[in-house]
């Protein structure tokens, strides 16, 4: 009886996955390339929002400013609360040093 149970659903099963088949290939296909381009998409879009960034924060000057400590506590003698941010971009008070800061190895 069990058997026979067992058997029949094993045939219904079958008979289910052969109709099936052909609606799962295209979805599996178009699921998993769609994966592939959201990643990818998602990716590029890191890389270059990254890279924008990036081109961002080299145009702050303080590192080459006369007004520059290098001291954590006191970054800039001017304007102590804009120092090292984005605000420091077009201060006006930047005067390029004429000698770098030392490189201090600790």
Not at 41 to 65: E, F, L, Y
Not at 98 to 106: D, I, R, T
Request: proline share 8%; with cysteine; charged share 10%.
């Amino acid at each position: 009886m069990f058997d026979t149970l067992l058997i029949s659903l094993l045939q219904l099963l079958y008979f289910l996955i052969q109709v099936i088949q052909p609606i799962l290939i295209p979805v599996c296909f178009i699921t998993a390339w769609g994966l592939v381009i959201l990643v990818s998409w998602n990716t590029w879009s890191a890389v270059r929002d990254g890279v924008t960034s990036a081109k961002r924060m080299h145009q702050i000057p303080c590192a080459n400013c006369e007004f520059f400590t290098g001291d954590y506590h006191l970054k800039c003698t001017v304007h102590p609360a804009t120092a090292l941010s984005e605000d420091a971009i077009y201060c006006p008070d930047y005067e390029p040093t004429s000698q770098p800061l030392p490189v201090s190895h600790y």
